[in-house]
């Protein structure tokens, strides 16, 4: 990624020096005349100097050691992060049968019956017998208390609709487990107690504190479907389950989408034992590793590679140091940055003639998504960029193309630095873990990082920027390069919610 950027900064220059270009005058947001060719270039390697904190490797060798620091201190006594999940079992792969998988989003409800038939067999472990999506509209959402419920088992009927499973009451009820993506206090793997769902959801109304497990349960029993739910999980630790069913080797999963999270496989020893609350002893017994939703986008604070842009953010964000990690790296949050750059550089450097687009002086407008469909254009003329960036940013004044350049030069810069603090995220959670296991860096074998989410998956070179980043950061501590793999994980929160049920099952 960086060689691109040093291509493309040389391009944008040779475009505004060129002699027979005929600039137009550049007028700032507030009527007057803006900077030329020498302040446009001026800003441009101010922003490049400014981002250049992230391109040297022992800088983020040091976030790399002071993310793992975090990581120690926060296994010891904080209530918010490093939680230990009730998930001790990582599958053999040997596990099979016919599962109901449930996955809960913010927008989306998603059933799927799977089969799993080992991680040997001729189909691929899995396979999925029927799926349905069903979108949750703004009426679903202010559905209050049971009646939520009531709508999940409808559509869970719908669903079985024409199934032999979850029907008959005389055979033993079809096992299901889900992946639910919003707040609980889980109490145990099948039951969790109901908090606020945010986002819109009015679900908990008068049921806050209520198991989750039970109100399921209680309304598919309602519905007369001969179905058990048996297993609760979140998006993180799905997805690592559900690549650990395939891959024997995959000991972490993390989600870059809209937000940030990991999970890794950890040691019980290695927590404090307050940390596990109230467990049945017959856990404890059981239990020498657990799979520990990390809520990694609540790390990083005081230690991340900040810029005026990124306090910026901060200083009109209503919880400015909650998640300070999601919000360099997330996708709901990279099109802030890019788009406060922008505002800059049109301000007092020229770019776009001077003029504010103005959906662009509204906050978070600039969706990292097209960013994306930018930088995925590599034609010299930058003709879908144009068009995408126009339909969605009209303006008097449009962009040239040294502008849209200039665009994805700003983001390269702003994702770049993102990928490396994702790597830096994962290298803390890979030392933690070899600490803990007593391994030495050079004698770690090859281990997956099982992955989703829109960023990871669809942002251009996004995927290989971090993994090289990685690569070299595992080099620099002692191991092998590729000896941490970052892998995708397709279907991860239906798949991950079987394996979570298949593995209590044996």
Known sequence: MQPLIAAMYKTILDIWLAPSVIKRENVNG????????????????????AFQESKERWRMVALSNGLRKQFGESLLDNPLNMLPSYNHLLPSGDERGTYLALDVGGSTFRIALIELSGRKSESDGCQI?????FKITNSVKELKGVLFFDWMAARIGETLAGQNEG?????????????????????????????GMGKGFLAAHGLLGQDLGDLIQDACSRRGLNVQLNAIVNDSSATLLSKAYLD??????????????????????????PKFGV??????????????????????????????????LRAVHPKPNFQPLEHF???????????????????TAGLFGGVVPPSLREKYSLETETLSRIES????????????FTSRHPTLCPPTHADLLAIRLIASHVTYRASGVVAAGVHALWQLRNEAESIAPHESSHTLVAYNGSVLENYPGFRTSC????????????????????????????????????????
Not at 31 to 42: A, D, F, I, L, N
Not at 171 to 192: A, C, D, K, N, V
Not at 288 to 293: D, F, L, R
Not at 331 to 346: A, F, H, N, T, W
């Open 129 to 133: 017998l029927k799926k349905e999506s």
């Open 248 to 273: 024997q080797t995959t000991r972490f999963a993390l989600i870059l989408g809209t937000g940030v999270n990991a999970a890794v496989h950890l040691p019980v020893h290695i927590f404090s034992p």
């Open 377 to 388: 254009d590599r034609s010299p003329t930058l003709s879908l960029a144009h068009e995408i």
């Open 467 to 506: 993994q090289k980043q990685l690569d070299s950061l595992v080099q620099d501590s002692g191991g092998k390069e590729g000896v941490i793999e970052l892998m995708y994980a397709e279907e991860s929160s239906l798949l991950g919610a079987a394996v979570a049920v298949a593995c209590i099952d044996g």
């Open 30 to 49: 507030d009527g007057g005349v803006g900077g030329g060719q020498k302040m446009y270039s001026e800003f441009l390697r101010e922003v490049e100097e």
């Open 279 to 312: 467990r049945p002893s017959s856990w404890h017994d059981s239990a020498k590793h657990v799979i520990v939703n990390t809520e990694l986008s609540m790390f990083g604070g005081g230690i991340l590679p900040s810029t005026r842009w990124d306090d910026m």
């Open 329 to 347: 790296v997330s996708g709901g949050y990279l099109g802030e940055i890019v788009r406060l750059v922008l505002i800059e550089g049109i301000q």
């Open 167 to 195: 029907h008959d009451m005389s055979e033993e009820p079809l096992s299901m487990g889900m992946s639910w993506s919003f707040p609980i206090e889980q109490t145990s793997l099948r039951s969790g107690l109901l908090q």
